[in-house]
């Protein structure tokens, strides 16, 4: 019998595809290692149950109104949701703790911790009191999580930031970011950043430790050392796990499924897939220079358009139909794919993308190389990862115009600049892959947090 049987371990994701998706390769990692696993989760963007038959799910209410979901400040609806969660949660995990104390003999299981992710802030004053270790889950890489914790200082001198001629340099408090990438991430509408931060800095200090799921050293580098003498709490850089433990069990979309017969009737490494991911959205305008900049590169490809995502209208409206005429030539749009078997597909030959981290990590996993058009928030430090220190991509400059689009996709899938990104990039999926794989150091890392949360 594994010595983790007859142990529960609590489940709390902040309600975002994004952040959702990890959390679940956690529970499924602990599941295989004998934990079993209970998932608390708010009614807005609440997971399927039914993808998880061998989990528990508890349900609590967040009391966000359809105004509240359709801001544009991510910040404000986590404030929001803070806010208004405690008291539920709170309620929850007493009833499921005193439940799991009556329980007798061989149904009985003592709940060894709460893993919640890093953007809940309340959660360790509720853990405290009812005593029971509180390990963070962090979905950003080490690097990102370390530095933003500088943003509303450097908010303060955003006028000046902008101001300066040399937009291309990298920030000293913030590396590898340019300026440029800062003065737009800056300029986002986010309010009560300072007091959020704050929270988020405090609540992940007086844990019981911090779980970086998709980083590793591999790929964070230095910041690891750096972080443990910052935040002087046991850290683990667990590392992507996206092969053995597949994110689209938890997609809160449905996926279009024929994307993947679509993909086999391509050849190799010729398509292009295009995605923003689960919040980034879009203007009419910007999606017609994508679809023309994708059509005109005379490549096959994927496109995926969310519902909503294009301001002010439905779904595509925006394309005239002449242009979708064309553009139905060689390409394809959905709603949204099963974005981890479309980039494991031998057709795909790049990834324009929005820099999500589920999405770069995912690339990374499969090999393949990226065209970056970041959006917002930590998805311009990705961008920078990807383009400017692993040399696995291609960054579009914030440029969303038709001809750089097309001579980027060309850049990447021909000649030798586009040869040696790939032969980076497969470098680099090799090194992630050997970091997962038995004595790796994110094996490694993993094998010390299963020990950790089992000492509790
Ligand atoms: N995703 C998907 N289908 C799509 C677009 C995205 O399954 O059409 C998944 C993707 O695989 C990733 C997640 O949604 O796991 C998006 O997370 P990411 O961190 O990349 O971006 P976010 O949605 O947080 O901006």
Not at 7 to 19: A, D, E, K, N, S
Not at 83 to 89: D, I, K, L, S, V
Not at 423 to 449: I, W
Request: net charge negative; with cysteine; proline share 5%.
């Amino acid at each position: 019998m594994d010595q983790n049987n007859g142990r529960r371990v609590v489940l709390f994701p902040l309600p975002i595809q994004g952040c959702i998706n990890p959390m679940f390769q956690m529970a499924k990692i602990l599941h295989s290692k004998g934990f079993s696993i209970t998932v608390i989760h708010t009614r807005f963007n609440a997971p399927k149950a039914s993808s998880h038959p061998l989990f528990t799910f508890l349900e609590i209410q967040d009391g966000l109104s359809e105004t509240d979901i359709r801001t544009d400040d991510n910040t404000w609806l986590f404030t929001l949701l803070n806010r208004r969660c405690e008291a539920p949660f709170r309620d929850c995990l007493t009833k499921l703790l005193k439940s799991s104390d009556l329980e007798t003999g061989e149904k009985k299981q003592r709940i060894s911790c709460l893993i919640h992710d890093s953007g809940w802030t309340f959660t360790g004053s509720v853990a405290e009191s009812l005593k029971l270790p509180r390990l963070v889950l962090n979905v950003y890489t080490i690097s990102y999580f370390r530095s933003h914790f500088a943003l509303p200082k450097l908010r303060r001198d955003v006028n000046l930031l902008s101001q300066d001629p040399d937009q291309d340099d990298v920030v000293q408090e913030f590396p590898p970011l340019r300026k440029k990438d800062l003065v737009r991430l800056l300029k986002e509408k986010r309010e009560y950043l300072e007091p959020y931060l704050n929270m988020i800095l405090e609540s992940t200090k007086s844990s019981s430790g911090i779980i970086f799921v998709m980083s590793c050293e591999e790929l964070d580098q230095d910041s690891l050392p750096k972080a443990r003498e910052e935040f002087k709490v046991p850290i683990f850089a667990i590392g992507p796990s996206h092969s053995k433990f597949p994110a689209s069990s938890s997609s809160l979309f449905t996926q279009d499924e024929t994307c993947i017969p679509w993909l086999d009737k391509q050849e190799d490494r010729s398509v292009i897939y295009v995605s923003f991911g689960s919040l980034a959205s879009m203007t009419g305008p910007e999606l017609i220079e994508i679809a023309c900049g994708l059509r005109n590169s005379g490549q096959p490809f994927l496109l995926v358009v969310r519902v909503g995502s294009v301001k002010g209208t439905e779904w595509i409206e925006a394309i005239p139909e002449e242009l979708m005429a064309k553009v139905n030539e060689k390409g394809k749009i959905v709603k949204w794919a099963p974005q981890q078997e479309v980039l494991k597909h031998r057709a795909i030959g790049g990834f324009l993308t929005h820099n999500g981290m589920n999405s770069v990590v995912e690339s990374i996993c499969e090999g393949v190389p990226m065209i970056c058009l970041p959006c917002f928030w930590d998805q311009f430090l990705y961008a920078r990862l990807v383009s400017d220190v692993w040399r696995v991509g291609l960054h579009l400059e914030h440029r969303i115009e038709r001809n750089e689009i097309e001579s980027a996709i060309r850049r990447l899938l021909f000649g030798s600049e586009g040869e040696a990104i790939r032969e980076r990039m497969t470098l680099l999926k090799d090194k992630v892959e050997r970091s997962v794989e038995e004595n790796g150091s994110a094996y490694r890392s993993l094998e010390s947090l299963i020990d950790h949360i089992s000492s509790f």
